[in-house]
């Protein structure tokens, strides 16, 4: 067992939710990844209340995918994950998204179905899975590559310091105290956030994480 206090600082709760990405996805992977979800977990699909489905509608997916009106409606996926929520969003092909909610995990119980879930997902795809703040895909808080044998979950004092070797890549921001990292990445990315609130949701290769 891992030390429980070694990582709960990841789902201190802060008003954000927490993205677990598979980056540099293919319409192959999303495939295996739908094909997994309807075989193995319990979800709906859908958006309203009186019509979900209780499996994803791949052909739907990929009208999604290939949609540029804006107005096919969009469709998520809500996983059941033995009690805790994961969400499932089809925005791009090229990046695999789901996010939970951080006061969903009080120990090192709710943490093990997470990484299984994020351990599944990697040995399916043969393809690394991380966990990150919430629109920060570039920095991972947890990584798991089945495939190479990585399973790495940072404690607060590693996240400290990967982010001041970062710190170039935000100078503007460097001088906010904030104790806790988690509590400040949503101020540090305000901007970024803001300005690029009307442009076209880009996804971010794995070649562009701090680790």
């Not at 499996?55 to 997916?61: A, L």
């Not at 033995?82 to 499932?88: F, H, M, P, Q, Y």
């Not at 969003?89 to 909610?101: A, K, M, P, S, V």
């Amino acid at each position: 067992m891992r030390n429980w206090k070694d990582i709960e600082w990841i789902f201190e709760k802060d008003g954000a939710l927490r993205d677990i990405y598979v980056q540099n996805a293919t319409i192959s992977d999303w495939k295996k990844v739908v094909d997994l979800l309807n075989s193995d977990y319990k979800l709906t699909f859908g958006v309203y209340e009186d019509n979900l489905t209780d499996k994803i509608d791949f052909g739907y997916v990929k009208t999604m995918f290939a949609d540029e009106t804006g107005e096919l409606e969009t469709k998520s996926a809500t996983i059941d994950l033995d009690g805790i929520v994961v969400k499932c969003y089809f925005f791009l092909i090229d990046q695999i998204e789901f996010d939970i909610n951080p006061s969903e995990i009080h120990s090192e119980l709710e943490l093990k179905k997470v990484t299984d879930f994020m351990k599944t997902m990697s040995a399916e795809l043969g393809k690394q899975i991380t966990l990150c703040g919430e629109n920060q895909p570039e920095f991972p808080l947890i990584k798991i590559d089945s495939k190479n044998g990585i399973e790495k979950i940072l404690t607060e004092k590693d996240a400290k310091s990967l982010w001041k070797k970062s710190d170039q890549k935000v100078s503007g921001f460097t001088k906010l105290k904030s104790t806790i990292i988690m509590k400040y990445f949503p101020k540090l990315f305000e901007k970024k956030i803001l300005e690029s609130a009307n442009k076209e949701y880009k996804s971010t290769p794995k070649e562009k994480n701090v680790w």
